[in-house]
């Protein structure tokens, strides 16, 4: 009896090890996984709070992030609220009852994509992490992109760049309920992620040799060949230096030329930054002086170039950023035949 005892212990000792051994990370996370678990359903509504919570017994900052991604990705559903609507007070959701706010996530408990990046990226900028939500492209098998339709986040770590993909990592939980497999998104180095995930500008992928759309839809095996064969040509860290000291409307400007070489054909995200940069320059207070007025010159020259590339677009989101961008459009065409005489001679 003893030692049929013994052989069972033996087998489930073995046992263990074997599964720890298949799943490090999952288990090196146990403890800050178990913690998230009991998180009180009272923190989940308050961003603060519940962000304070969950780093309260963190022993290093992989406990932090390990945390944020947990408890998002349990308890945010997942869920594309479309509605044909035209509210000229949102910006960039027309369409859709959508939010991306991280409080708005959180309110709702409901987003696409964008709401889960944007709710991971304030956690981990709020405890001093270095972190981005990124738009980009995914796996189509070939076929062609014409815009950027997914968004997943990159945090510095340990002295090093690791990729995140919350809202499939919410997917693959919700469908199939297997924890373990949520880790195939937390934490992934740049040369494994680009396999199935292409940042819309080359500065977001945080490699040495950046994937072309090109190369990037023919497939894993051939980026592998890519990424093994072709020379250093890139440094994604000054680069990512020299934007972050642009000011809010050269970024945009940056932004929209790194589109435009990365992917010609994609109108619709080129249109946005031009209308970010336009948002950006009418972001004064005060009378119209000579340089508001000149402000308001190169919102107008923008958010004509995104109107033109938007009605080139039968997509139905074009259409109703355009139907936001003629609005406010309007809005600065008063604004300018509103100013004095004076400043108009010196345009």
Known sequence: MYKKLAIIIFLTLVSLEFMQAQEPAFGRYRDIDRHVKKTPDSLSR??????????????????????????????IEYKDQVELLFDPNLFFYMGSNNCSSPVCVLQKGKAVCEGFSRLFEFFCTYSGFESYSIGGYITKNGALQDRATHSWNVVKINNGWRFFDLSWANAILYHSGIKSKINEYFMVPPEEFILSH???????????????????????ESIKNYLKTAPANYNHADTLTNFKQLSATKKSLKTAQEIYRTNPNNKFNLAIEYYRYARNMLSFDGEIDTLNYFRLIKAKEKMQLAIDLFTSSSDISAQIMLLQIKADLSKVDKLINSASSDIKYLK
């Open 198 to 220: 292409l940042p819309i500008i080359p500065m977001w992928q945080f490699l040495e040799n950046p994937i072309s759309l090109q190369i990037f839809n023919l497939g894993e």
């Open 46 to 75: 308050n961003i603060v709070l519940l962000h304070n919570y969950l780093v309260a017994p963190a022993k290093n900052d992989e406990d932090k992030i390990r945390a944020f991604y947990l408890w998002i990705i349990s308890n």
